[in-house]
């Protein structure tokens, strides 16, 4: 049973230009959240999304930063227009149930790098 | 606004040895508590989990014990590996899906 998967694994972008992040949940779950990393930091929210639907968005930067997570294919986290503040670890989790507290599996995350 | 207190930020401790790494949080409605093992460029792995209507679980190496009246946390490691070493998170939930982490404990063990 695959866990969560994302790619890419490291992604490197000019100030500008456009970051595509994906990822794929593991098999059988239907919740995704993304969270971002700072060096020796801890994870913040960003985003919770069901398929389709976007549950709370209350972590995500309002200006630059989407998600979306289509009926079929990965959940892609789009960062436009990245700046060097946006260099992090961002990581994907997923988990099966909604309505009571349920695990959440990471991802071995995407690292971006903006120059 | 919610958050979760994470000591100590790092420790060193002899292989064979016992880790204790402890966290408080603030929401009282806060019912799960996840701990997490980061490896240098990995993503977190759960590693124990623990919900509010228990005081202690227990898998093999690892405890995590819940004091919910004073609102702690604490994850215990018994006989330290080498391989126990790495940055270690606790969570705790807010709400139904939302977790708040702590800052991280970086676990060294020495051989």
């Known amino acids: 049973n695959a866990g969560v998967m994302q790619n890419p694994r490291h992604l490197v972008r000019r100030r500008g230009q456009e970051a595509r992040l994906r990822c794929s949940p593991m098999?059988?779950?239907?919740?995704v959240y993304w969270y971002r990393q700072l060096p020796e930091e801890g994870l913040k929210f960003m985003v919770y999304l069901q398929k389709e639907n976007i549950i709370d968005e209350s972590g995500m930067p309002k200006e630059r930063f989407s998600a979306e997570f289509p009926k079929e294919g990965p959940s892609i986290l789009r960062i436009q227009q990245v700046v060097r503040g946006d260099s992090a670890a961002y990581f994907c989790a997923s988990s099966a149930l909604s309505g009571s507290t349920d695990t959440q599996y990471f991802g071995p995350g995407t690292r971006l790098t903006v120059l | 606004g919610e958050n979760v207190e994470q000591h100590p930020s790092t420790l060193s401790v002899q292989e064979g040895d016992s880790a204790v790494i402890k966290c408080t949080y603030s929401?009282?409605?806060?019912?799960?508590f996840p701990w997490y093992k980061q490896e240098l460029g990995k993503g977190p792995q759960l590693i124990i989990d623990?919900?509010?209507?228990?005081g202690e679980k227990k898998d093999q190496r690892i405890a995590v014990t819940l004091n919910k009246t004073a609102k702690h946390f604490s994850l215990h490691i018994t006989e330290t590996q080498p391989e126990d070493s790495a940055v270690y998170f606790c969570a705790a939930s807010i709400g139904t899906y939302k977790y708040i982490f702590g800052t991280g404990t970086r676990l060294k063990v020495l051989a």
């Open positions: 929401d009282s409605a806060s019912n799960y």
């Open positions: 623990i919900r509010s209507n228990v």
């Open positions: 098999k059988g779950h239907s919740h």
